[in-house]
């Protein structure tokens, strides 16, 4: 893992220290150089390299303004953070318009790990964005070497638009002798067939003088090839001597190259923003393919993973062929890219290939490629039809996890698509990675959830066989009190452990002699004061065990009570947790409406009235609220 490097300016060693710790907390690694004056600050700015930078707002003989300014002139590409416990709103807006990063509040340092990532994510893509923007400035430059009057497409034509005169860039570009494009119509032969009859109609309206001469227009041209290619012109118009328009002469750049570069370099983007947001395996497989058929134009992709199982790969996405792939397959009755090929049967540059993350050409035809499954006169057939000019191999960066890639059949050279193919495949694999891991996350949390309920309803079964006269009472709290939660619209996380520790809330009665609990009369102060340990016996039972909940302080303040009056430890209002104060109100409603040893139900309108009655004093008046609306909605208590 890479370690970070930080320059913290701070004199005070108990905020070090803080800054330290919440670090070593995210789980970061890092190496931090730390300086407490002006000198030292400098010296390290100059010394070292750093990934981010930290720095105090005030200090005694230096500010936080002064060691920004400082940072900006010697480390300009470092994102720098103030960490202040004095800096207010008017300050911190200034600073950020000076360039800092961000600011963290000093008692508010939960912010500053988010902060940080923040920053490094942004510094990162800013410079990736700036490379990308290097890269086209550096292509348009060298572009601009040639557009002299010896490497530009030069051209002459007639009122009608015919040739009378093309140099030899321009012949060449045409893919033409210069004595065979004399005389001929531009717009007829040059123009692509939807622009052709637009572009003769606005040109003979140029030259009668109802429009005005394009002096700089882009223009797709079609070469002797049948290739379409964007020429970049400048023109000027031909007079005769009375001044009158004869003709255009124009000098044309061809950027065709430039144009694919800039729309390459979009889709690029664009691509790696998609693959990233990706959160489904089948899409992401889907999406590699169609988005390396969009980079290289024409030709055919084929995305393949290992089958672990019977150890061969398996054919899960394809782009690109169309109508031609379904009218190939029934005309062969054959579907050679849905069959499975055996690790033991490919070549060993195929297996290279799909265990790297670079792009290698297959030294093969479809016959080889294919291992010999499929009728070598199925693969001629299939290779003049699809008419690709090569075979392309690159696989996922995988690491630890199985392996895959994707097969590239182009029509054409794909050689300047190499990095960006390469970019999509890592790309690609870290998202795929990354998928795996959160499945396997989601997988690992069911079990455990799984887990954790049938624990906790094994302890609420151990507790209620003690108890028989309240069998079945935890669980018809746990119920009410999730209904509850879900009334005052508590999360589902919240709700669910709320209804698991209504499930075991009891479980401290373990320790309450069984005789007591199943006592017919009432209770003596002293057999009152042992049943009053329940809640602290299950609290002191629970608390070692990691549940995904408060579960054992739950349990421990069931039986307090708002006005301070409840027990163990007499908590009042906001000291109680809002889920103990519900599963509180649950209890007392299930315990009045149910029959109990000493007395019979009093039934759900008592109980009711009794909660009504304690609203505000003994009891949190919004989850009171809560409970009646639920049962004036119908809600009743289950059964048993």
């Known amino acids: 893992m890479k370690i970070l490097s930080i320059l913290y300016l701070e004199d005070n060693k108990l905020d070090l220290e803080l800054v330290k710790s919440k670090l070593e907390d995210a789980g970061i690694d890092f190496k931090m150089t730390h300086v407490e004056t002006q000198a030292d600050f400098e010296a390290a700015l100059t010394s ?37 416990g004095t800096i207010g709103e008017e300050i911190a807006v200034d600073t950020l318009k000076r360039g800092a990063t961000d600011y963290v509040i000093k008692q508010r340092m939960a912010r500053l790990i988010p902060s940080i990532k923040r920053a490094l994510k942004e510094n990162e893509e800013s410079k990736r964005r700036k490379h990308a923007e290097k890269a086209l400035q550096q292509e348009q430059e060298k572009a601009q070497k040639y557009l002299d009057i010896a490497e530009v497409m030069i051209v002459a034509f007639n009122k009608k638009g015919d040739i009378t005169l093309v140099n030899q860039k321009g012949a060449s570009i045409l893919g033409y002798h210069t004595d065979e494009l004399i005389g001929k119509n531009w717009f007829d032969n040059f123009l692509p067939k939807r622009e052709g009859e637009s572009g003769k109609k606005s040109y003979f309206e140029s030259i009668k003088g109802k429009n005005k001469i394009l002096d700089h227009f882009e223009e797709t041209i079609v070469t002797s090839s049948g290739e379409e290619r964007i020429i970049d012109w400048h023109s000027t118009p031909l007079l005769d001597e009375e001044k009158q328009t004869i003709g255009i002469l124009g000098s044309g750049e061809d950027i065709t190259e430039r144009k694919r570069i800039e729309k390459s370099m979009i889709l690029m983007s664009d691509t790696q923003s998609q693959i990233t947001n990706q959160d489904n395996l089948t899409d992401i497989y889907q999406l590699i393919g169609k988005k390396i058929r969009e980079l290289i134009g024409e030709g055919y992709v084929i995305t393949s993973l290992y089958d672990e199982q019977i150890e061969a790969m398996r054919v899960v996405g394809i782009n690109g062929f169309g109508d031609l792939y379904e009218n190939l397959t029934r005309k062969l009755k054959i579907n ?72 590239i059949f182009p029509k054409r050279d794909i050689t300047q698509y190499k990095p960006m193919i390469e970019t999509i495949m890592n790309q690609a694999s870290t998202t795929i990675k990354r998928i795996k891991s959160e499945e396997d996350l989601r997988i690992s949390e069911q079990k455990l959830r799984i887990s954790l309920d049938g624990t906790i309803h094994t302890i609420a079964a151990t507790v209620e066989a003690r108890d028989p006269y309240t069998a079945g009472h935890q669980t018809r709290v746990a119920d009410l009190a999730a209904v509850i939660a879900s009334e005052m619209h508590l999360s589902n996380e919240k709700i669910e452990g709320i209804k698991m520790a209504g499930i075991i ?75 103990a104060r519900i599963l509180t109100v649950s209890d007392i409603v299930e315990a009045m409406s149910s029959h109990r040893p000493y007395r019979p139900a009093h039934g759900i309108d008592k109980a009711l009235k009794q909660i009504k009655k304690d609203k505000g004093t003994l009891l949190d008046p919004k989850v009171v609220d809560a409970c009646l609306k639920v049962f004036e909605h119908g809600y009743k208590l289950p059964e048993g």
């Not at 690790?343 to 010999?372: C, I, Q, V």
């Not at 009152?528 to 329940?534: A, D, L, S």
């Not at 349990?555 to 109680?576: A, C, F, N, T, W």
Request: hydrophobic content about 40%; some cysteine; overall charge negative.
């Open 336 to 407: 050679p890219f849905k069959t499975v090929y055996y690790l033991k049967d490919m070549s060993a540059n195929h297996l290279r290939a799909y265990r790297s993350g670079e792009l290698e050409k297959f030294e093969g035809d479809l016959y080889n490629l294919l291992t010999g499954k499929v009728p070598k006169q199925i693969c001629n057939i299939a290779e003049k039809e699809f008419n690709f000019t090569g075979i392309y191999v690159i696989g996922f960066i995988w690491h630890d996890l199985d392996f895959g890639g994707v097969t």
């Open 48 to 84: 070292e390299q750093f990934e981010i930078i930290l720095s105090d707002y005030a200090l005694p003989s230096f500010d936080g303004p002064s060691a920004l300014a400082l940072a900006r002139k010697i480390c300009p590409g470092v994102p720098v953070i103030m960490v202040s």
């Open 505 to 579: 809330h009891d479980l401290g009665k373990i320790n309450t002699p069984a005789e007591i609990l199943s006592k017919p009369g009432k209770l003596s102060e002293l057999e009152f004061q042992i049943i009053q340990t329940h809640p602290q016996v299950g609290f002191d039972l629970l608390k070692e065990i990691e549940f995904p909940w408060p579960i054992a302080g739950m349990v421990l303040q069931h039986h307090e009570k708002m006005d301070g009056s409840g027990y163990p430890r007499g908590l009042k209002g906001d000291e109680i947790m809002l889920e």
